[in-house]
């Protein structure tokens, strides 16, 4: 069974910088598809971006092209997601996921069957 923890949430002024990690423990392959998720108060759950282990193959949200950067250390099995240009809009608590099952790109929430409990990223005006 895969455990997830997601770190490196906070508050943060508009334009800046966050960068969250998701460390996995238990047995995780490089082949697992790991994706990001937020979910804002009163909101349903949104996939932000997607990364496939094995290739490094990468979706993003429209809402976040351009601005975030999802990629992963198989060796320390880490994933992370780079936030720049933060927006007031980015505020959610933010959610990691893995699945062993996939090999292809989703952003899908119900596609992933491991998540982490979240972290919350508050990006102020």
């Known amino acids: 069974e895969v455990q997830l923890v997601a770190s490196g949430g906070g508050l943060v002024q508009a334009g800046g910088s966050l960068r969250l990690s998701c460390a996995a423990s238990?047995?995780?392959?490089?082949?697992?598809?790991r994706g990001w998720f937020r979910q804002a108060p009163g909101k349903g759950r949104e996939g932000v971006s997607c990364?496939?282990?094995?290739?490094?193959?990468?979706v993003y949200a429209d809402a976040v092209k351009c601005r975030f950067n999802i990629f992963r250390d198989n060796a320390k099995s880490t994933g992370y997601l780079q936030m720049n240009s933060l927006k007031p809009e980015d505020t959610a608590v933010y959610y990691c996921?893995?699945?062993?099952?996939?090999?292809?790109?989703?952003?899908?929430?119900?596609?992933?069957?491991?998540w982490g409990p979240g972290t919350q990223v508050t990006v102020s005006s």
């Open positions: 996921a893995v699945e062993s099952n996939l090999r292809s790109l989703t952003t899908r929430s119900a596609d992933f069957g491991s």
């Open positions: 238990g047995f995780i392959s490089d082949d697992y598809v």
């Open positions: 990364i496939i282990g094995s290739d490094g193959s990468t």
